[in-house]
């Protein structure tokens, strides 16, 4: 029997992926390989935990599903085109995600590259769209469009993306792997939630608690990511394993070891809960810092 979280998780999945195929052009309409490759890497599974995050955060905070909806299908587009990115060999040089091909290794890396460059792109506008259409408020609207972006660039996901790169085999320690981590994966966790807030009109102690809880959520979850790279299958994540060891990657169980790591991701992830336990309904964000560091793909 599924719990309420996993029931949870589902029931938003089948939602979102269901608006991410309305707002997605059919592979069949031009330019078809540009669509094709965008659909083969976005709907190839997936815990769809950052959209998961922008929707608890709006109920969290008294906000419309209905209207987070959008805005949860624009997180999800953006981190499906930074795992597109990484697999290309100019960085991560993987075959496979969730069990299927690489998209660069179906469509070409140039056709890769540029799906993922359309999937960066498009969150902004529809985005705006929701403004447009009187959805969400102007102050929303621009302060969403501000949190992806600042997610996404020099103080974020790049920024996190480009020192990984640069510090392979280099010498590490517990400041780099904590820059890595927070730019790298913790940025855009960061950004699901504090946008979630802005959806819903959350006040400014909700939307400090929820920063809080989102960069301890984002650590903890990257960590949970490093320990699954050393003892999960290639099966149970359906991406190559052991890919952190072979490209020296800086990384808090490289330093500290496996222990140390499991213990690092369960003070994290009481970190994330108590951030929010002054104000917030119990679920599902509270059970939902527990699933990141408990998950096993």
């Not at 020099?154 to 730019?183: F, K, N, T």
């Not at 960069?215 to 960590?223: C, H, V």
């Not at 991701?265 to 964000?285: D, I, M, S, T």
Request: with cysteine; net charge negative; hydrophobic share 45%.
């Amino acid at each position: 029997m599924n719990t309420p979280l996993q029931e949870y998780l589902a029931q938003v999945k089948q939602q979102v992926e269901a608006m991410l195929d309305t707002l997605v052009p059919g592979e069949n309409e031009p330019p078809v390989e540009l669509h094709r490759a965008v659909r083969h890497s976005l709907f190839a599974g997936g815990k769809r935990l950052r959209p998961a995050l922008v929707i608890a955060a709006a109920e969290a905070c008294g906000g419309d599903r209905r209207l987070a909806m959008p805005v949860a299908c624009a997180l999800e587009m953006v981190h499906t085109s930074s795992e597109m990115h990484d697999d290309l060999p100019c960085l991560d040089d993987a075959d496979t995600r969730r069990g299927k091909p690489a998209c660069h290794r179906l469509f070409g890396e140039a056709v890769a590259l540029l799906a993922g460059d359309w999937l960066m792109t498009v969150p902004f506008q529809i985005v705006a769209q929701c403004g447009l259409r009187g959805d969400l408020s102007t102050e929303a609207t621009l302060g969403i469009i501000g949190e992806i972006g600042l997610a996404l660039g020099s103080a974020g996901m790049i920024a996190g993306q480009v020192v990984d790169l640069l510090q392979e085999g280099q010498p590490a320690d517990d400041q780099i792997v904590d820059y890595l981590y927070a730019h790298k994966t913790g940025a855009l966790i960061t950004a699901s939630v504090r946008c979630g807030g802005l959806v819903a009109g959350g006040t400014a102690q909700q939307m400090e608690a929820l920063t809080e809880y989102g960069q301890a959520l984002g650590r903890a979850f990257q960590i949970a990511d490093d320990l699954l790279d050393v003892t999960a299958t290639e099966e149970e994540l359906g991406k190559p394993v052991g890919s952190d060891a072979r490209h020296l990657k800086a990384t808090y169980v490289a330093l500290h070891g496996l222990e140390a790591a499991r213990a690092e991701a369960r003070r994290l992830a009481e970190g994330a809960q108590a951030a929010l336990r002054p104000w917030c309904p119990h679920f599902p964000l509270i059970p939902l810092a527990e699933y990141a560091v408990t998950r096993t793909y």
